[in-house]
Structures are given as C-alpha cells and as structure tokens.
C-alpha cells in the first residue's frame, strides 16, 4: 500500500481524475521508493527481515523505524539439511523467499523452484526435495523440522558433482528474544558482548551458546561485534502501522508526484512501479528538484546518531 491514495486531499490541488488513478499510483510508489532511497531508511510500515554487521559498540541500527517489535534476533549459522543429487550437475541455491534445485544431464538442464510460503517448515521443505527426481534431503541431528524454511541463510549455493555428492543448508539460529531497544523512536538496537575469547570460542564458534552465568539483565545476549545478526521486526509509518504517516512527508510525496504527472526528464534508474504504459522509475534528479523547502523536510528524516 503505497504512503497516500491518488485522491489524497494533498493532491486535490492537481486536479487529476479517476481514469489516471492507475497513473498516479505508479507515481506514488515510485516516489515512496526514492523516499527510501534518499531517507537511507525503509519509511512505510511492514514487518522486516534483513542482516546487519554489529558495531564495534554493540549497536545494530535498524532499517526501519519507529519500531514496533523486534521479533527475532538470530547470531549464528548451523548446517541442518544435507543434499544429494544423481543427475551429472546438481545445484541448490537459496534466495530470501526460496530454494532452487537446478540438474544437468545429457546438456539438458531443469530448474525447480521451492518457495518458503508452500513448504513453510524444513521438514515440509525436505519431504519436498526429496520428491524432485535425482534430489535427496535429510534433515541433520538435532535439528528441530519445525523450523521456519525461511531461516535459511540466502545467498547459498553449493554444486553437488560426482566428486562432490552432497552438500548441506545452513540455517540462521540463536538468541531470540535476547535484546534491548534504546527507544522505539530510534533504530538502534543493542545486543551485549563477551570480552573472554576463550569462553566465546571454547566451544567452536558455530557450537557457541551463551554462558547464562554473563548474561546481563534487560534482555541482552552475549555475541560478539562486528559478527553478521539476522533481525525481524517491525517498523515504520502507515500502511495500518501503530504510527500513522506522517503529514509533512505527505506533503513531499503529493508534490513530487504532482511533478512527475507533468514532467518525465531526468527520470534515470532502473527501477519500475506499476505495469504497461503506466510505468515510473524515481532517480535522485527528481528529488533535486523538489523545493528547498521539501527537501529539508527528507533530511530530517534521516537518521542522525547524537
């Protein structure tokens, strides 16, 4: 749902009739996604799932806020699915929403896709893996089948050959709920860290659990900075959000997309909103010629640590 309605009182002033409003909706997410672009932040509400490098101070700062909730904090990746292929190629890769199963035999390729939203657990996951031909699956020791399939770590890829014949999936685990928010109006999110090496790899990094004896009170965990953590939560303004959007920032959106109804030039990247004739792309020009006025207004939207 895109920040305001093409019949946003904002817009009345344009005068635009309800056969553009397929137009104007194109414009809007377009100029919603500049927004973004320009904030360094994600402003419309929806619940998140991204990767952050902890700061050497303990810090992570969120993409998008006000925060509602911080659903999962996950700081380590354990193998858990092992995979086998017959076929002269085989490859799995994962992406945030699916796993691909790719074989080659006899130069003939086939590509079979597994989305997280059909097979939603890694057992359901596995079971489906081992129903596409030249693929097998077991899930590893240990490891709870009930887990989301989309605890997967993306970008995964792994070649299982005739010299290779099976690979494994890693998963994302550890530390849910072990966290604390400095204030829901800002993104920083702070996790405690050990200061012993030896008690924080005695175990082999991936075997680590934190020691309950050094966990400190406030709901924080014990990992270590600069490390990759995995977080859900959620966060921003509108789109039926706890906080509504903001009124000033309607005002730029109204404006920049009044500009954009009338005026195209400059128009530069890559990235498309709507579909058929009305499709729009937002680059930085655009916001170069919004009013000094409307521009301050985005710069105070960015995040600025005091």
């Keep these: 749902m895109p920040s305001i309605l093409w019949n946003d ?21 377009a100029v919603d ?4 672009r320009e904030t360094k932040r994600n402003i419309l509400y929806n619940q998140w799932d991204r990767c952050f490098t902890m ?27 092992q995979i086998a292929g017959t076929a002269t190629i085989n490859n799995v890769s994962t992406t945030t929403s699916s796993v691909i199963l790719t074989q080659i035999s006899g130069g003939i390729s086939t590509v079979t896709m597994l989305t997280y939203a059909a097979y939603p657990t890694l057992n359901a996951l ?14 590893g020791q240990s490891i709870d089948g009930d887990l989301p399939s989309s605890d997967l770590k993306a970008g995964q890829s792994v070649a299982i050959t005739t010299q290779t014949p099976t690979g494994a999936l890693a998963v994302w685990t550890g530390a849910p709920g072990s966290f604390g928010l400095a204030t829901p109006d800002l993104p920083i999110l702070n996790l405690f860290y050990g200061t012993q090496f030896g008690d924080r790899f005695a175990a082999g990094f991936n075997g680590y659990e934190p020691s309950p004896a050094r966990m400190h009170a406030g709901n924080q965990s014990e990992v270590w900075p600069y490390q990759k953590i995995r977080v859900v939560w959620t966060g921003g303004y509108g789109n039926d959000g706890p906080c509504p959007y903001p009124e000033d920032l309607a005002s730029v959106v109204a404006q920049m997309t009044g500009y954009m109804a009338t005026d195209r030039t400059g128009v530069i990247t890559s990235e498309n909103f709507g579909v058929g004739k009305y499709q729009y792309s937002v680059g930085q020009v655009q916001l170069d010629k919004l009013p000094l006025t409307y521009r301050k207004i985005l710069n105070s939207y960015k995040f600025r640590k005091v």
């Design 126 to 139: 596995v079971e489906a893996i081992n129903n596409v031909a030249t693929f097998s699956a077991t899930l």
């Design 9 to 29: 009182p904002l817009l009345a002033k344009f005068n635009f009739q309800p056969s553009q409003e397929a137009q104007i909706t194109a414009i809007i997410q």
């Design 33 to 36: 996604f500049a927004i973004d």
């Design 55 to 81: 700061l050497g101070t303990g810090e992570i700062h969120l993409s998008s806020w006000p925060v509602e909730a911080v659903l999962r904090v996950m700081d380590r990746q354990i193998f858990c699915v």
